[in-house]
T-cell receptor, first 115, second 108 residues
């Protein structure tokens, strides 16, 4: 399978704990995006990378959130001191190209529940 | 600010009915427009896209035309099937904004 993969698929944590999610994009894709999706809503853009450079961050991405893509391949999204409001599906997508007009290929998501 | 507005669901139709899901957008530039679909238990996948005004995207019998004058990208299908039951998202590449999604139920 050469699609976008995300791990873990599900995560339950207690409020105040740190969590880290991983995304493995399609191998030749240079762009990688993170989104958050809550029930009944569309995906909300969080941040994106072009290769290893983080080029844009949404105002939704508070200082408790950090994303990395150290070698321009896989990426991690860490949430520190989780809050109940962080409960959501976190989606990763990748694309090949130089702008956001290219088709994005989505992973299955990581569902986070903060108790 | 930029936004994408699509008709609220759920939309329930009988098999072979005609489908329209409305989508309008606001943008500062000339974005590409997309329809993504999420089938039950699966991830988001591209259904169709259009990159400039008057372009028509099409796939699996679905069509949408990029209308700059009305800032719209309505999704249509002439004869829906039960297998089309899913959630449909309209999106613009300008600031990467998705609509809230429209859930479609097709009854046999």
């Amino acid at each position: 399978d050469t699609g976008v993969s995300q791990n873990p698929r599900h995560k339950i944590t207690k409020r105040g704990q740190n969590v880290t999610f991983r995304c493995d994009p399609i191998s030749e894709h240079n762009r990688l995006y993170w989104y958050r999706q809550t029930l009944g809503q569309g995906p909300e853009f969080l941040t994106y990378f072009q290769n290893e450079a983080q080029l844009e961050k949404s105002r939704l991405l508070s200082d408790r959130f950090s994303a990395e893509r150290p070698k321009g391949s896989f990426s991690t999204l860490e949430i520190q001191r989780t809050e109940q409001g962080d409960s959501a599906m976190y989606l990763c997508a990748s694309s090949l190209g130089s702008d956001s007009k290219e088709t994005q290929y989505f992973g299955p998501g990581t569902r986070l529940l903060v108790l | 600010g930029n936004s994408v507005t699509q008709m609220e669901g759920p939309v329930t139709l009988s098999e072979e009915a005609f489908l329209t899901i409305n989508c309008t957008y606001t943008a500062t530039g000339y974005p590409s427009l997309f329809w993504y679909v999420q089938y039950p238990g699966e991830g988001l996948q591209l259904l169709l896209k259009a990159t400039k005004a008057d372009d028509k995207g099409s796939n699996k019998g679905f069509e949408a035309t990029y209308r700059k004058e009305t800032t719209s990208f309505h999704l249509e299908k002439g004869s829906v099937q039960v297998s089309d039951s899913a959630v449909y998202f309209c999106a613009t590449s300008d600031k990467i904004i998705f609509g809230k999604g429209t859930r479609l139920h097709i009854l046999p």
